[in-house]
């Protein structure tokens, strides 16, 4: 990863101002792109880590005020790569890891109660979209469906939380991947237009993978409990993951 580095640190300014332009453009997803980091196979970690967890200070370089030392989570991070050095041994550095890690552990990264409605809010938001497509309609036919899908995933999520004895915020992460591939399939349907007759099974593949991926990552945030609970909890979240594929149905088999 050093190269990298090398490369990253020797465009940082070019970089920054990308950053700065997108923030202008997209700030009103910062939310969708905090949550959505934590599923990534990037992180910036420092070299040398203090224990303790996360924490903020206005000291330091980060303009996010991470306290780069303890920082362990990528939701704040806006990766400007002022914290990259290769040669500074108190910089961070460019790490790969699995993805979907930092949920798998979300108990220790913050769960946040604010990012779990969102992830239901998204999903619904973005399937009454596809759905109806009538301009004098859509936003309230988006709403319902909005709220609909809300308390079917509130109501399952509560579920699994009471039956695994896991707190609902933590419990609901396991949603991530499906309201991912939700919002690609929904608000980017023109990146599948290249694929001619085989756009419906790339969406169907994506999905697929958002399923297993989703089940997978409830099963190892339940990872304190013994297995037959966690399999036993797993039924109302597997329920809420095939309830939000029933609803995506017309869009593989649409094309």
């Not at 079917?152 to 999520?157: I, Y």
């Not at 499906?178 to 023109?190: E, Q």
């Not at 290249?194 to 190892?220: C, D, E, H, M, Q």
């Amino acid at each position: 990863m050093k190269g990298l580095e090398a490369f990253l640190v020797t465009h940082r300014h070019r970089l920054v101002w990308l950053h700065a332009a997108m923030a202008v453009v997209f700030a009103a997803i910062g939310l969708l792109l905090g949550v959505f980091s934590r599923l990534g196979a990037v992180q910036f970690a420092p070299k040398n880590p203090v224990p303790g967890g996360d924490a903020w200070t206005e000291k330091g370089v980060c303009p996010t005020m991470i306290d780069l030392p303890r920082k362990q989570e990528s939701r704040h991070c806006i990766q400007c790569l002022r914290c990259v050095n290769p040669q500074a041994r108190g910089a961070l550095e460019i790490r790969l890891r699995s993805p979907g890690t930092e949920i798998e552990r979300i108990a220790h990264h913050h769960p946040n109660i604010a990012e779990v409605w969102f992830l239901f809010l998204g999903t619904g938001v973005a399937l009454g979209g596809f759905l109806w497509l009538d301009f004098l309609m859509i936003s309230g036919f988006m709403l319902s469906v909005m709220a609909a899908m809300t308390t079917v995933l509130a109501s399952l999520t509560a579920a699994t939380a009471r039956l695994s004895g896991r707190p609902f915020a933590q419990v609901g992460y396991l949603f991530a991947p499906v309201a991912m591939v939700s919002l690609v399939v929904g608000l980017g349907g023109m990146l599948f237009q290249p694929l001619g007759p085989w756009a419906g099974t790339a969406k169907a593949v994506l999905f697929l993978a958002g399923i297993v991926w989703s089940l997978w990552l409830g099963w190892r945030v339940m990872a304190p409990c013994p297995p037959l609970r966690r399999l036993l909890a797993l039924i109302p979240a597997a329920a809420g993951v095939v309830a939000v594929a029933w609803g995506w149905a017309p869009a593989p088999f649409g094309g």
